[in-house]
């Protein structure tokens, strides 16, 4: 499914009232401070293939109290539209190993739900990628009303999870070799040392009446569920022949 695909619902979403455009989510940052030394050389990078890349950063931040809120990640259709396209040209340059699929799911349930997809330089992490734009990604998660937590408390946290991009199908063969990778810690950080243009992401969306799309796996590892395996290969619906 290409990006176009999975921002559509986010923009339907946005603009049908199901998530105000003027709410964002605010992601508290880690108290934290940087320090250079002063005997540290600054030396020229060779070229690389993500120069590419279009930097649309903004450096305005919007403060809420004590709270830094970042403009560039609140869940508005400029942001939307900007972090799919920036998934699209990175995934172009860096094809599927700059791409990973991201999950969540209530602590200590079954299912981990598939949100949407991150597209990242070879110098950032899956987990620096997602921090960066996770107030998009959990407004998301919320856009799709994926029941992670109870309607009673809300700010029960839930897990985040990636798994290697475009493995969706094998994940829902149980197949052994795909591996799914725990984030800790996401709330804790904002990533703001990653430039938008280093990192994109685009939401997963689903046609009316489509059920929402989960793996089952071990609740304690997130391993595969041994002797669950599923052999065969998918097929659209539409190629059924009605006998």
């Known amino acids: 499914m290409t ?13 049908s009232g199901a998530i105000p455009a003027t709410q964002a989510f605010i992601a508290p940052l880690d108290q934290h401070a940087t320090t250079v030394s002063s005997q540290s050389q600054l030396t020229a990078r060779t070229k690389s293939k993500w120069d590419l890349l279009e930097d649309d950063e903004e450096d305005d931040e919007v403060q809420d109290g004590n709270i830094i809120v970042p403009p560039d990640m609140m869940y508005t259709e400029t942001n939307i539209r900007r972090q799919a396209s920036t998934y699209d040209q990175i995934e172009q340059i860096g094809g599927t190993d700059a791409i990973n699929d991201v ?10 739900f598939l949100v949407g997809k991150i597209a990242r330089v070879s110098d950032v992490t899956p987990e620096q990628a ?5 107030p998009l990604i959990e407004r998301h998660v919320w856009a799709l ?14 897990e985040v999870w990636y798994a290697p991009g ?5 994940s829902a063969r149980n197949d052994p070799n795909i591996k799914f990778t725990k984030v800790s810690g996401l709330l ?4 703001e040392d990653v430039k938008t243009s280093l990192c994109g992401f685009v939401g997963k969306t689903y046609d009316r009446g489509e059920p929402t799309f989960f793996v089952e796996r071990n609740v304690v590892t997130g391993e595969p569920l041994k002797g669950k ?5 998918w097929i659209l619906k539409s190629e059924i022949n009605d006998d």
Do not use: C
């Open 166 to 170: 475009h493995s969706e199908k094998d």
């Open 3 to 15: 990006s176009t695909n999975y921002l559509l619902l986010a923009l339907y979403a946005l603009g």
């Open 103 to 112: 999950y969540v799911r209530a602590s200590g349930e079954r299912e981990w």
């Open 188 to 191: 804790l950080y904002s990533g």
């Open 229 to 233: 395996e599923m052999k065969g290969d």
């Open 145 to 158: 009303r994926i029941p992670v937590r109870p309607s009673s408390d809300l700010s029960n946290p839930f």
């Open 130 to 134: 997602i921090e960066r734009q996770w």
